[in-house]
């Protein structure tokens, strides 16, 4: 397999008024095959997460879901980022350095990786510790390594093959997940920073209602089930990909984005039941705790990170002001709508 590093390219988050998201670059692949160029091994590996980004807190999702903690390090940056991209400042719990080099920044270890790197600095990071260098950084594919590539270090019953369902992507629903996971990428996770992150009001306007025709699509596919996950009985990587963007709506999108036209608590009952089931859900077997563990302690956070992040994408020159709410980040779940 050819390790396939990052090369140089220009950036831009701003094209004619458009927000636009460049691709990860390193995509490389850790495989449960021990002849392999990255072979699943307990301890070779690290997370570099930051809990503000919704990417990231898919894979630290993955990770408590399939009961990874001592398999894979979990190294968190600061919630926001600084001037020079995403820093170990030890705010918040988080910590002062990197563990393993004494890096400040994360575009240190990406220069590590490969010296002449100069494309975006994002988080998730996959990091061979054994290697020294930078596996993968696109979310999408890291959470999938993580559902089965690993199994042989878990207990049998976190193993995919035992899980209901078929696991987190089962062969029977893998082409309706991938069509759903498309849509609900380009006009929610992506499509609230297509709104946030526009530089012209026709930008706004174009992307703002997708945005909420596609909630509505959502709101449809739950109320036609009756069941309490986007696919029907059981949890699959469509809801832990929608999970992310869910979470922030309400307290970051809806007042720092400008994604108003409704809101999760006041105009989805079916998203909102199944979001705080996920949320509030702090240790069955479903879960295990592993959404709540990684969105409460930061959720009082996201709008300050993507109040700043705002501003920094749209070079905007003004005080950066911080909407307070709403008054409750996350409506109580009744004994009753437990999963």
């Known amino acids: 397999m050819k390790l396939i590093t990052g090369t140089k390219t220009k950036i831009e988050y701003q094209k004619d008024g458009h927000f636009t998201r460049p691709a990860s670059t390193f995509r490389n692949y850790v495989s449960a095959d021990p002849n392999s160029q990255f072979p699943a091994e307990k301890g070779r590996y690290a997370l570099y997460i930051s809990p503000g980004c919704p990417w990231a807190h898919r894979t630290i999702i993955v990770r408590a879901l399939k009961r990874l903690e001592d398999v894979i ?38 220069s590590k990786a490969n010296p002449d790197f100069s494309g975006r600095f994002t988080v998730p990071v996959l990091w061979d510790k054994k290697a020294g260098t930078i596996v ?3 979310s999408s594919e890291i959470i999938r390594m993580l559902y089965s590539e690993f199994d042989a270090l878990i207990p049998e019953k976190y193993r995919e093959v035992n899980k209901p369902g078929g696991g987190l992507y089962p062969e029977p629903l893998r082409k309706e997940i991938d069509e759903l996971n498309e849509w609900v990428y380009d006009t929610v996770n ?33 109320a036609g089930h009756g069941k309490p996950f986007l696919l029907g009985a059981h949890l699959t990587e469509a809801d832990v990909r929608l999970y992310t963007t869910i979470a922030r709506f309400d ?25 705080r089931r996920l949320y509030w859900d ?6 295990g705790g592993a959404f709540h563990t990684t969105t409460a302690p930061w959720i009082g956070l996201y709008a300050s990170g993507y109040s700043r992040a705002k501003a920094k994408v749209t070079n905007s020159q003004a005080t950066v002001i911080v909407p307070r709410g709403p008054a409750v980040l996350v409506e109580p779940l009744a004994e009753s709508e437990k999963l």
């Not at 926001?80 to 890096?103: A, E, I, N, R």
Request: net charge negative; glycine share 10%; charged share 25%.
């Open 282 to 287: 702090e240790g069955n077997e479903t879960t």
């Open 136 to 138: 993968n950084n696109e």
């Open 251 to 275: 307290v970051a999108y809806y007042t720092v984005f400008l994604c108003n036209l409704k809101s999760i608590r006041h105009d989805y009952p079916r998203l909102h039941l199944w979001f």
């Open 190 to 222: 992506n499509g609230v920073y297509k709104c946030g992150f526009a530089g012209k009001q026709e930008s706004y306007d174009e992307n703002v209602y997708p945005l909420f025709k596609s909630l509505d699509r959502l709101e449809g596919i739950l």
């Open 73 to 110: 390090d979990l190294y968190i940056l600061s919630p926001s980022m600084g001037d020079k991209g995403w820093v170990f400042d030890g705010s918040h719990g988080t910590l002062p350095k990197d563990p393993l080099y004494g890096f400040t920044y994360l575009r240190e270890l990406y």
